[in-house]
């Protein structure tokens, strides 16, 4: 009865901003490795940003600098501010968590960056 729900995608100008939310239940974030992921049409699944339960945080090299990815704990909740956004951005974002016993994936949100 695990569930990631993500939201926030959307259509975005290049330059412009998303925040992305997983609402997570069944689980407990603050305990878990939770990652966001991006799929574009052709290309593999990858890595976008991820945070430990100890709350060490890792990026992408393309999106150092310009993403953060975010826990709100009380509301089981993990975030991806996405800021001076790029058609290469333009992707399926995808929620993860890794616990213990299995890994987890959200449904996707749609985010397309136009030019």
């Known amino acids: 009865q695990v569930q990631l729900v993500e939201s926030g995608g959307g259509l975005v100008e290049a330059g412009g901003s998303l925040r992305l939310s997983c609402a997570a239940s069944?689980?407990?974030?603050?305990?878990?490795?939770m990652g966001w992921y991006r799929q574009a049409p052709g290309k593999p699944r990858g890595l976008v940003a991820s945070?430990?339960?100890?709350?060490?945080?890792n990026y992408a090299d393309s999106v150092k600098g310009r993403f953060t990815i975010s826990r709100d704990n009380a509301k089981n909740t993990v975030y991806l501010q996405m800021n001076s956004l790029k058609p290469d951005d333009t992707a399926v974002y995808y929620c993860?968590?890794?616990?213990?016993?299995?890994?987890?994936w959200g449904q996707g949100t749609q985010v397309t960056v136009s030019s």
């Open positions: 945070i430990t339960s100890l709350g060490i945080t």
């Open positions: 993860n968590a890794f616990t213990p016993g299995r890994d987890y």
């Open positions: 069944g689980i407990i974030v603050r305990l878990s490795r």
